[in-house]
């Protein structure tokens, strides 16, 4: 994630400019972050988990999307890019945009060196805000690590942690399981024999 030069842009100059830029840009409180590429784990991660969700829902009520679906988190203040959405029951779209929703049931992040503490903090803090956010799920691309946040009653937030390749992420919210070995099929992490 690279900070752009621009000072304090209001909301409008922001969108202007995300319709003409080379990649994806964020937005947060005026200021706007340009999103670096994603190395291969990041993205066999990443197409490991949409396809598996993807393959569940057929002809259920909740849909996945990856990475280029911006999440309007605070009105005029936050505008994300998550690696991973899960919608259910419809997208609700920001009023006047076609490429923002309003609406994330989950929302997944593959960590790296440059953004794992962005993920666990200044996001997750604002994503907190989102009324219909019942789970928020972040996964190690360099180890067998998977930090599992869910919305329990009143608010409160519970972080379950897993890290057995044999072992199961449950996310009750959308009554899906998925295996941690296919989450990190094909995932090469330091030290793996390459061969």
């Not at 789970?135 to 869910?150: C, G, N, R, T």
């Not at 009750?172 to 941690?180: E, P």
Request: with cysteine; hydrophobic share 40%.
């Amino acid at each position: 994630m690279l900070k752009t030069d621009n000072k304090h842009l209001t909301v409008e100059a922001y969108f202007e400019l995300a319709e003409t830029a080379q990649g994806r840009i964020e937005y947060c409180n005026g200021e706007v972050f340009a999103m670096a590429g994603a190395p291969l784990n990041h993205n066999r991660i990443t197409i490991n988990i949409s396809s598996l969700l993807n393959a569940r829902f057929k002809g259920g009520p909740c849909e996945v999307f990856a990475r280029d679906l911006r999440v309007q988190i605070e009105k005029d203040r936050h505008y994300l890019y998550p690696d991973i959405v899960v919608v259910c029951n419809g997208l609700d779209l920001m009023e006047g945009r076609f490429d923002t929703i309003v609406n994330p049931a989950v929302i997944m992040e593959v960590l790296s060196d440059s953004t794992k503490d962005y993920d666990r903090g200044s996001k997750f803090t604002p994503y907190r805000t989102i009324p219909t956010l019942t789970d928020y799920i972040l996964i190690d691309q360099e180890a067998v690590h998977i930090e599992y946040f869910s919305r329990e009653s009143r608010g409160v937030w519970r972080l379950r942690e897993l890290f057995d390749m044999d072992g199961v992420l449950a996310i009750g919210s959308i009554d899906t399981i998925l295996l941690i070995s296919e989450i990190y099929d094909r995932v090469r992490m330091p030290g793996m024999d390459r061969s």
